[in-house]
């Protein structure tokens, strides 16, 4: 390629990818802030209720992904990828704005819910418009031989998303006071606010690029479907292939990306009681060290093709998923305590039982173990108002843990080990898509299995899997079984009924 | 080969509405679970925070049936097209869709 050639798709991967980071940003700061903000804008007595409904807000920007994908997929292969794709951004970085302006539940009481579901919808359709027109917009820009490579660019920005999502909230939880951060105007906000400046800078760029070279030439051709909806999904030469997409390929490739990000973190901090700081920075680090490996996998698929780079990710995913999670749970197990060291006295206070003469006393104590392990220990124990039946023990809880270099390491290899089963899946998967469907709706067809497989399959790994671990007689791990299972699937489909092809011509 | 992909459409065809089976099963214990909450709550406030509780439980597993039904009809397309040889010979390029 001559180096005219190689500019111009390096100004045509910049503009597409910064965008693209911006949104998948905007949508895991929501996510990322799942606590607080269920705090915020849900009634305080209601804890565990709160976080459910959150995360189920949560999920519902997943679920509307793929009727996004439709509404805008529809959009690009009409209008053009260019002008789709910059709608989208606007609509994201006005709705996450404004998420950040809306007053607390304690302001304006279900109000402020129903605005955040609202403003989350928007998001979740925006997003679900998005990475099909900058995934189809860079593939049509990049030569035969070069489009693994080219478009695995774009595949780093949702993993840089996250990065940059918990790097800009850990900056602003570390500037402040806990109690700063958390109030109702607190810090919290911060990130939707810092939104606005990324995405003007982005629209500004974006509105500088040119359409689709080959879009543009079959609109000049006037051979661009008038109804892409019919044709993706109500002719069964394209809908057999959109259903093998969706059930061998992406379903497999979104439960990994989430439980390799999202599940992983969410483990760290909820079932390893890691503290909130160390719970981050180990995903931050293992993002920082795997996301080469993007780039890598897009190119290999160039050589070798693309199936069995991503069914090599998912096998590996569904092996090593159990032992690797046994693990965290076995290095922060510190439930032998009596055997720590404390640190310093230990506080003590007293709440009163509702409805109640009884009282409550809690006794936090910070302790260290010899390997170099640091936790909390609180005890919660019931002293009746009544001498004769004294005081009744009551539970032991231990959490902010902090672990000491060389497992706080382990961890971080242990988490970049599954975000390289991400890379395996996801590097090589938009080429992937972009090669399966013509031009004509190729923005409809691919957004749709896309949005299902990452949105739908994905986007629910860390809600059903708590689910699951609600079961009776379930464990930690438990919640496990959901993406081995569907990956498992997935891999049966995608090793039996998919193509090891590499398709040169993405021209008609 | 040919033959295994059509073998297997059946189990594909069986999976999509095996799956639903599971979630409802799932979803009436779980919401079953979360109504006794109620019941067994002495307090009103313990009573007020179980009802809202099993509200939470009903609405999540609503949404996730509501979402996973027509992916479950997807699956079972994709066993009957499986089954009828649809996958026996993939298209060489898009132009054949």
């Known amino acids: 390629m001559s180096n005219n050639a190689s500019q111009g798709i390096g100004k045509v991967i910049f503009s597409s990818s910064l965008g693209t980071l911006i949104e998948w940003y905007d949508f895991y700061i929501f996510g990322s802030l799942a606590t607080v903000i269920s705090k915020q804008f849900f009634p305080e007595e209601q804890g565990t209720a709160a976080l459910l409904s959150t995360l189920a807000i949560f999920a519902a920007g997943f679920i509307v992904r793929p009727f996004g994908a439709l509404v805008f997929g529809r959009l690009g292969d009409i209008i053009g990828r260019k002008y789709t794709f910059l709608l989208t951004l606007v609509l994201m970085g006005g709705s996450t704005f404004l998420i950040g302006l809306v007053p607390g539940y304690k302001s304006i009481g279900m109000l402020a819910p129903i605005l955040v579901l609202l403003l989350r919808l928007v998001q979740g359709l925006a997003l679900g418009g998005e990475y099909g027109g900058a995934a189809t917009y860079v593939a049509e820009h990049s030569p035969p031989g070069r489009r693994g490579y080219y478009t695995s660019w774009i595949q780093t920005t949702a993993t840089l998303g996250l990065f940059v999502s918990l790097g800009v909230i850990l900056l602003t939880k570390m500037s402040m006071s806990n109690e700063a951060f958390n109030a109702e105007w607190g810090g919290w906000r911060y990130p939707f606010w810092v939104s606005i400046l990324l995405v003007v800078v982005s629209i500004y760029i974006r509105m500088k690029m040119k359409e689709s070279p080959v879009f543009t030439k079959l609109k000049k051709e006037g051979k661009t479907s008038t109804n892409p909806l019919k044709e993706s999904f109500a002719h069964k030469a394209n809908l057999k292939m959109v259903l093998l997409a969706l059930f061998g390929a992406v379903m497999g490739q979104g439960v990994i990306w989430y439980t390799g990000q999202f599940y992983a973190q969410n483990f760290l901090e909820t079932k390893a009681m890691l503290d909130f700081e160390q719970s981050r920075t180990i995903v931050l680090w293992a993002i920082l060290f795997a996301t080469p490996f993007f780039i890598l996998f897009g190119a290999l698929s160039d050589r070798i093709g693309r199936k069995w780079i991503m069914i090599l990710g998912m096998l590996l995913g569904i092996l090593t998923y159990r032992p690797i999670y046994q693990m965290f749970l076995d290095k922060t197990d510190v439930s032998a305590s009596a055997g720590a060291t404390m640190l310093g006295a230990p506080s003590v206070r007293y709440e009163p039982v509702k409805d109640r003469p009884d009282s409550i006393m809690i006794t936090s104590t910070e302790k260290q173990f010899a390997d170099g392990i640091k936790f909390r220990e609180t005890r919660t124990d019931t002293m009746f108002a009544n001498p004769i039946r004294g005081t009744h023990p009551g539970n032991t809880t231990y959490t902010e843990k902090r672990l000491p270099t060389d497992t706080y390491w382990l961890f971080v290899f242990l988490v970049f080990l599954q975000i390289v089963y991400v890379t395996m899946v996801y590097g090589p998967i938009a080429a992937f898509l972009v090669e399966l469907f013509p031009t004509k709706i190729r923005y409809t067809s691919m957004s749709l299995p896309y949005h299902i497989g990452n949105g739908v399959f994905g986007g629910l790994v860390p809600f059903i899997a708590t689910l699951i671990t609600s079961f009776k007689g379930a464990t930690p791990l438990s919640g496990l079984w959901y993406p081995i299972g569907v990956a498992s699937v997935c891999l049966v489909i995608g090793s039996i009924y998919l193509r090891n092809k590499k398709d040169e011509n993405i021209l008609d | ?97």
């Open chain 2, 1 to 97: 080969m040919n033959n295994l992909k059509r073998g297997l459409g059946i189990i594909w065809m069986i999976l999509g509405p095996a799956s639903i089976i599971f979630m409802i099963w799932q979803a009436a214990d779980k919401i079953g679970i979360a109504r006794e909450q109620v019941q067994l709550a002495t307090s009103a406030a313990a009573k007020s925070m179980a009802a809202s509780n099993a509200t939470n439980t009903i609405l999540q597993w609503a949404i996730i049936i509501a979402v996973f039904l027509p992916i479950a009809t997807g699956l079972v397309i994709f066993g009957k097209y499986a089954m009828a040889g649809e996958y026996d010979r993939l298209p060489e390029s898009s132009q054949e869709l």
